[in-house]
């Protein structure tokens, strides 16, 4: 379902958004002149000063205009995700946070690859990252104001930097952004709150380190196991081959007795017929 359009100038943005990038230039062009011979000098130098965003952000872009609740339920993971790390949120499961942002990630991912494919451009892995790294991004800001916004970008993005994350934990606020910018101001930030965020980090770093060696551990055990049932698998077909061709074999033996048996009885038949012709005749 195609996300909701603002009244106005802002319509015309995302419908210029929404557009193919072959068809991006001309139609921002086409916009930025009709709008300043409306008397409307300042959209016009907004819209022209738009860059034409590179295929993954395009895609990043086309994510949320067909899908938005799903980005937008990558971003209230992020946000909750963000939550539990700074202790703003009590008595939460952060491994199933966790497993919540892995799921939305790689059916972002998927959708992603399939537009890029659909629209001929190419889902390299370098793309792929890129397009990973912008939505690693946007799970990062959440719903923080004056930030970077899905459906607009006009460049890949990186996860804002570790100081810009501990000034949001503390509650600040990043200074206000153009929606279409790549990259933020970094904010000065209280020493304590950086602490404090490194030790919630590590934290959750060794929480996915464990999480990590039970699901190799997992792995190995369930390789073992498929290997164990593969040879037993094997010797089964073995042995069912083995009494497969000794049924053959015995069913061919049925049939060549029978068949004796049957030319017996007929030879049996011939000499009680000859035997009775010459008891008859004496």
């Known amino acids: 379902m195609p996300a909701k359009r603002a009244p106005g100038i802002d319509a015309e943005l995302d419908a210029l958004f929404q557009l193919s990038l072959d068809e991006f230039t001309a139609a921002r062009n086409a916009l930025a002149a009709r709008l300043k011979k409306e008397g409307k000098p300042l959209d016009a130098e907004r819209v022209k000063a738009l860059a034409k965003p590179p295929a993954p952000a395009w895609a990043v ?41 892995k799921e939305a990630m790689a059916a972002l991912l998927t959708n992603a690859s399939a537009i890029l494919g659909d629209a001929g451009h190419a889902a390299s892995p370098d793309a792929m990252r890129r397009v990973s790294a912008t939505l690693e991004a946007l799970a990062a800001w959440g719903n923080t104001d004056g930030v970077p916004k899905a459906g607009r970008l006009t460049a890949d993005l990186d996860p804002p930097g570790f100081d810009t994350l501990a000034a949001l934990m503390a509650g600040k606020k990043p200074a206000e952004a153009k929606v279409l910018l790549f990259r933020t101001p970094k904010p000065a930030v209280d020493p304590t709150v ?89």
């Open 61 to 101: 872009n086309q994510l949320y205009w067909q899908d938005p609740e799903a980005i937008e339920q990558l971003l209230e993971t992020g946000e909750r995700l963000r939550k539990a790390q700074t202790g703003q949120a009590k008595n939460v499961d952060l491994r199933r946070l966790l497993h919540e942002k």
């Open 194 to 282: 950086v602490r404090e965020a490194v030790k919630t980090a590590e934290k959750v770093l060794r929480e996915a380190q464990r999480e990590a060696e039970r699901a190799e551990a997992a792995l190995t055990k369930a390789t073992a196991r498929t290997a164990a049932v593969e040879k037993q698998k094997q010797e089964i077909d073995a042995r069912y081959a083995e009494a497969k061709e000794e049924s053959k074999a015995a069913s061919n033996e049925v049939k060549r007795t029978t068949q004796e048996v049957a030319d017996a009885e007929r030879s049996l038949a011939k000499v009680q017929a000859a035997l009775d012709s010459r008891g008859k005749g004496v």
